[in-house]
């Protein structure tokens, strides 16, 4: 565990495929993308595309151990990684108890490699 961070970060890279929302639902964005990292409560996310922080929700599809599990995020914050590409942070804020277990059997079992 590093630093403030609650749960440990394992590096990952998984397809995602997104959807983003404003607040009041109307559809802003969608793409694909790849995870950087995975902890039990959050992504970095790695797009083409920028993805803004300001009051949006992504409904994202991540394939972990074979399965595509579903899962609703918050963007934190965005930044561009010198290279082209965009690095996100997302908080995740609501999947079903069944993904809740994926990630966190994923994250407990990659900590060991």
Not at 53 to 77: E, F, P, R, T, Y
Not at 83 to 102: H, M
Request: hydrophobic share 35%.
């Amino acid at each position: 565990m590093t630093g403030h961070r609650m749960y440990p970060r394992i590096e990952s890279f998984n397809h995602v495929s997104y959807i983003g929302f404003d607040w009041s639902g109307t559809e802003f964005c969608s793409g694909f993308g790849r995870t950087m990292d995975v902890s039990e409560n959050g992504i970095l996310l790695e797009t083409k595309e920028p993805l803004k922080a300001a009051n949006c929700v992504l409904l994202m599809g991540i394939s972990l151990q074979d399965k595509v599990i579903d899962i609703k995020g918050k963007i934190v914050h965005s930044e561009e990684d010198g290279e082209g590409n965009f690095r996100t942070g997302i908080q995740l804020v609501a999947f079903r108890e069944s993904d809740r277990k994926i990630i966190q059997d994923f994250v407990q079992s990659s900590r060991f490699y």
